[in-house]
Nanobody, 122 residues
Framework: QVQLVESGGGLVQAGGSLRLSCAASGRIAITYAMAWFRQAPEKEREFVAAIDWSDTVTSYSDSMKGRFTISRDRGKNTVSLEMNSLKPEDTAVYYC???????????????WGQGTQVTVSS
């Protein structure tokens, strides 16, 4: 059974930074395409960033490009999301997702974590 566990969320002031991590069971974080999505209260889930299994292709939502960076640590079997210049509108539950195939911004990922809360105060 595939398990994805997010960590690193919390409360941060606007302009600050956070680093989220997604730990995956087995070799998922090494061999699968991975992505981050987020969902704010009363809003639909939206795409944040994605990375293909070989780390050669990444994609970002336009609103996060230049502020957020997705990366993979093969030694630790984790995928991270570095978030800088955070804004109150970045407040959301952030979810990690995985798929054997690169899905880009599509939400058709096969596996999802439980999410980690990020709150940005003004």
């Amino acid at each position: 059974q595939v398990q994805l566990v997010e960590s690193g969320g919390g409360l941060v002031q606007a302009g600050g930074s956070l680093r989220l991590s997604c730990a995956a069971s087995g070799r998922i974080a090494i061999t699968y395409a991975m992505a981050w999505f987020r969902q704010a209260p009363e809003k639909e889930r939206e795409f944040v960033a994605a990375i293909d299994w070989s780390d050669t292709v990444t994609s970002y939502s336009d609103s996060m490009k230049g502020r957020f960076t997705i990366s993979r640590d093969r030694g630790k079997n984790t995928v991270s999301l570095e978030m800088n210049s955070l804004k109150p509108e970045d407040t959301a539950v952030y979810y990690c997702a995985a798929s054997p195939h690169y899905r880009g911004s599509s939400s058709n990922y096969d596996y999802w974590g439980q999410g980690t809360q990020v709150t940005v105060s003004s």
